[in-house]
T-cell receptor
């Protein structure tokens, strides 16, 4: 499949453990953030989003935390499974209210059996 | 994939030839986007559309043009392909919402310019 990044930072996690993937964003005017998962050879898949008026949002097995003070976003995956192995990246809207997004380069998550 | 198809899925072409990639959606979403993805880079926006015949440039628009004559179709054209345009191209769609909307991506087109 297509390579989404030859030198991405890699996080290796034991199956069943929790994973935390971090993202720093640059634009203090951004007010909407998204986490995507991309498996080899596929398009990015939406996981969860969060708006700037929130600090935390939970989904099914995933939690996103937003720290606007230090412009930091994290994705927590509970009880990591082999199917979670993929590249994860965050996106922010370029300016408030627009539909242009800026994407991070991503982190590769490897789940060890 | 949320009702988004891209064609072709793979293409090899020669430098200097025109190439058109097609994105087709069945979701009736207002916004459509073309991105390119290269190793070491995040997805980079080429062009986007906010309605039929309404388009705007993204951060890497040089050498690319787009057209949207129908809600469901968004075409990306490389007028004269160059080797630097070898990449994986993704189309995305989103609904119009006041404060942001998640994007849904197509399966991608791998383009190789020789």
């Amino acid at each position: 499949g297509e390579s989404v990044g030859l030198h991405l930072p890699t996080l290796s996690v034991q199956e069943g453990d929790n994973s935390i993937i971090n993202c720093a964003y640059s634009n203090s005017a951004s007010d909407y953030f998204i986490w995507y998962k991309q498996e080899s050879g596929k398009g990015p898949q939406f996981i969860i989003d969060i708006r700037s008026n929130m600090d935390k949002r939970q989904g099914q097995r995933v939690t996103v935390l937003l720290n606007k003070t230090v412009k930091h976003l994290s994705l927590q995956i509970a009880a990591t499974q082999p199917g979670d192995s993929a590249v994860y990246f965050c996106a922010e809207n370029a300016t408030s209210g627009t539909y242009k997004y800026i994407f991070g380069t991503g982190t590769r998550l490897k789940v060890l059996a | 994939d949320a009702g988004i198809t891209q064609s072709p899925r793979h293409k090899v072409t020669e430098t200097g030839t025109p190439v058109t990639l097609r994105c087709h959606q069945t979701e009736n979403h207002r916004y459509m986007y073309w991105y390119r993805q290269d190793p070491g880079h995040g997805l980079r926006l080429i062009h986007y559309s906010y309605g039929v015949k309404d388009t705007d440039k993204g951060e890497v628009s040089d050498g690319y043009s787009v057209s949207r004559s129908k809600t469901e179709d968004f075409l990306l054209t490389l007028e004269s392909a160059t080797s630097s345009q070898t990449s994986v191209y993704f189309c995305a769609i989103s609904e119009a919402r006041d404060s942001g909307s998640e994007q849904y991506f197509g399966p991608g087109t791998r383009l190789t310019v020789t």
